[in-house]
């Protein structure tokens, strides 16, 4: 396994990544634009064990060439060795897979690179920035440090989304994609410094598009003074 996935799977293989073989058990349409797989994990679970925000790459063919791309575990169970994944259903080689997966469908999925620890001290507000691409991985993240307020933006609609936010003390702002993300980050800017008057532990989780993600990082460590232990940031896709 891994062998013809040019200079990507080279560098995962001499990072000692750990491959796996998944296969799909069953497919769900959420929305029109938002599917949800269930896949048993060929060993995966066993292998690596469980943590929130816990993901994997999975490997596609994009016209004859390799393609990976990175997804957030839902509800993984070791015992049973199986788990979901959420694709936001755009444009692309992940998104045409996954609309016509159906069960008894293998693909390989590779483990390297995730990890999640835990805000110590605990968040005295939580406060995260995403998109349905991301959606998965705050929905484990609320399931992790869920017992704090929270703050979130999300770029785009909810619109029957799966989101575990509960009203009684998460906040959600929906906010429409305008202006390749430059829309959400002054948003972002304009609210953020207003929630985080006063919370003396923030925890701050930005994932949406790449530049946006970048942007947001730097103006929350630089100009609010948010300490870098306290901010995790990773953009989870690219805006073409």
Known sequence: MGQGRGW???????????????????????TPHYRRLRLSDGGLLAATGVHPTMWIRLWFSDAGRPHQRAYT????????????????????CAADWARTARPGD????????????????????????????????????????????????????????????????????????RDAGAHLAERVRAE???????TPDPYVWIACDTATTRTLASYVRKDLG???????ALGYWRAS
């Open 8 to 30: 990507e799977g080279a560098v995962l293989r001499l990072l000692r990544a750990k491959d796996f073989v998944c296969t799909v058990t069953g497919a769900e349409d959420v």
């Open 73 to 92: 575990l839902v509800d993984p169970d070791p015992v049973t060795g199986t788990f979901g994944l959420e694709f936001a259903l755009h444009e692309g």
């Open 106 to 177: 293998r693909i390989e999925a590779t483990v390297q690179g995730t990890g999640f620890q835990h805000p110590d001290p605990t968040p005295s507000h939580l406060v995260a920035v995403g998109d349905p691409a991301s959606l998965p991985a705050i929905n484990s993240l609320l399931g992790a440090l869920g017992s704090a307020p929270a703050t979130i933006w999300f770029e785009g609609a909810l619109d029957g989304l799966p989101c575990q936010a509960d009203p009684s003390h998460h906040e959600i702002r929906e906010v429409p994609r």
């Open 192 to 198: 953020l410094p207003a929630v985080l008057e006063g």
């Open 226 to 232: 948010v300490a870098k232990d306290r901010v995790h």
